[in-house]
């Protein structure tokens, strides 16, 4: 059994510089769906894993169907699942699907803090990042 997996976008990827523990399957800008074409055969070997933390959804445009992805994504992971939700803010739709999604699988969700956001508006500073990691090893 895998202790801990990483799946996703650039917030992924600051989770896992400090999850350093964890496997990491991550890329700054990616969407859900090359994510998911990317990724399938290791999604569709996954047995069992202790924790997975997925970030995906806020570099989907309009056009990529974010609940058929997440979904196929979420699909053959077994264990605990934490989604760190896209911003609220500056991705509202694809906030409330990545929730709809985490909510239909029992799993838990994270909002990136909003008082540790660097200048972008987008990606949590280092503390921020420290932040989300801790609330995934509840």
Known sequence: MLDCLILGDSIAVGVSQIRKECVAYVKSGINS????????????????????????GPNDT???????YANSIRENIKGKVYWILPSETKKPEKFEIIKEVAKAWGDVVIE????????????????????????TKK
């Open 33 to 56: 769906r090359d994510f998911y074409n990317k990724h399938k055969t290791m999604l569709g070997e996954q047995k069992q894993v202790g924790t997975t933390i997925i970030s995906i």
């Open 62 to 68: 309009k056009s990529i169907d974010t609940i058929k």
């Open 112 to 135: 990136r803090p909003k008082d540790k956001i660097s200048g972008d508006g987008v990606h949590p500073t280092y503390a921020g990042y420290k932040e989300l990691a801790d609330l």
